[in-house]
């Protein structure tokens, strides 16, 4: 239970599968957890459930009155936001436009606003993450439109990395880049992969908690690749 | 005057300041020139112009039902976009969220439409051009939603380049990266800076020329940096 001393932390995607184990592992070891998403999360001590969908300022606007409701003129220790999704296709695609206005929303509009809620509620030498995808750091053919989603992503952690971005003092704002989630959905959609391949949501809210609570916290501006061999993660950082 | 027979390019911005310098360029050279912006532009012998603002699904279709009017069921050698446009600040800055979707809309909108127009309209071998920016192969913590987008142009070129990306047979995909263009509202804004590490529109519409007759086209997938010192351009490649 959340006590009020508790750290606070807000999962910005915090109904997904990735998002709903942080939430539930954060607050298993006592953080106060706020979600922001499309929906609320019940296991979660707050929510945001967001119902603006067309226009990027109105969701900002949205979320912060949101947030604002939650914690007041209070701070948090940590911002982590894990939404996203995945669309494939190429320019052919007659859906290529559609889906990649879907990817843009899904990952660029959510990293923006994360980044605007920790410049108004991230604690100084709090941790705000984002989420990237390993797959982005080279060209993306099979899913054009979420390739270049997701390196703008990169390229926004890289500059939040660098002198002058407004994140707050001794801040630390670090992507991650999965290969692939060990989510539902992923093995009903790819039966017959190598789960041995994919990276578990436990040890990935794991490692978010621990780089929250300041262990083994990588250096500002980070992307770390979550590379899942035999069942073993391990980091790769750039 | 452009002939039955002449070439034809689509300038994406042709009434911006690059967008206008393409437009006459061309039309001098004997090309037949559409143009796709806010506005009409009166040199271009047919224009596209833009109504819809708020949704991207609803801009792609108005933008391609406005270039079949013009080109029917023919094909055209070239699409250039130069669309664009620059706004700074960092995540603190109070117009982060606003500054980051105009960008996005002026970068990756119109290039993203591009790359449909270039799915269904360009001619096997020809040539599609997006304007990324020199800056965005950096953190920029003082333009950080610009420096997102723009990044999100460079991984595009990048995916159009590789195999089985959609572009049209033989076709060629390539990112412009001007460092500072030399356009009067540059001049305006920046009055004393050095003019001669700026690089005229006249160059660039000539380089994009030669490109699109054929003329040391770059490789498919490349962004060709504009580094201009003492009033002369050099093309750096990556």
């Known amino acids: 239970m959340a006590t009020q001393s508790a750290k606070k932390v807000i999962v910005y995607g915090g109904r997904g599968a990735l998002g709903n184990a942080i939430v539930q592992h954060f607050k298993a070891q006592?953080?106060?957890?706020?979600?922001?998403?499309?929906?609320?999360?019940?296991?979660?001590?707050?929510?945001?459930?967001?119902?603006?969908?067309?226009?990027?300022?109105?969701q900002e606007q949205e979320i912060l009155a949101g947030v604002k409701n939650l914690v007041g003129d209070g701070q948090v220790d940590a911002i982590l936001?894990?939404?996203g999704g995945w669309a494939g296709g190429n320019i052919a695609d007659k859906d290529f436009v559609k889906n990649t206005d879907l990817v843009l929303k899904q990952s660029v509009?959510?990293?923006?606003?994360?980044?605007?809620?920790?410049?108004?509620?991230?604690?100084?030498?709090?941790?705000?993450?984002?989420?990237?995808?390993n797959s982005a750091?080279?060209?993306?053919?099979?899913?054009?439109?979420?390739?270049?989603?997701?390196?703008?992503?990169h390229q926004l952690v890289k500059t939040l990395g660098a002198k002058g971005s407004g994140l707050p003092e001794n801040s630390t704002a670090v992507a991650i880049l999965p290969v692939m989630l060990d989510t539902p959905m992923n093995?009903?959609?790819?039966?017959?992969?190598?789960?041995?391949?994919?990276?578990?949501?436990?040890?990935?809210?794991?490692?978010?908690r621990q780089w929250s609570e300041g262990k083994?916290?990588?250096?500002?501006?980070?992307?770390v690749a979550l590379i899942t061999e035999k069942g073993e993660t391990k980091l790769q950082y750039s």
Chains 1, 2 share one sequence.
């Open 137 to 153: 750091t080279e060209p993306t053919p099979g899913a054009v439109g979420y390739g270049l989603a997701k390196a703008a992503v």
């Open 81 to 83: 936001c894990v939404a």
């Open 30 to 58: 006592g953080w106060w957890v706020g979600s922001v998403d499309l929906h609320a999360n019940d296991e979660a001590h707050g929510n945001v459930a967001i119902t603006k969908h067309d226009s990027l300022l109105e």
């Open 187 to 208: 093995r009903k959609w790819m039966p017959t992969a190598d789960f041995s391949t994919w990276t578990s949501l436990d040890y990935v809210a794991d490692l978010l």
């Open 109 to 133: 509009w959510s990293s923006v606003i994360a980044c605007r809620l920790s410049s108004a509620y991230l604690k100084p030498g709090g941790l705000l993450t984002l989420t990237g995808a």
């Open 216 to 223: 083994t916290r990588p250096n500002n501006g980070s992307l």
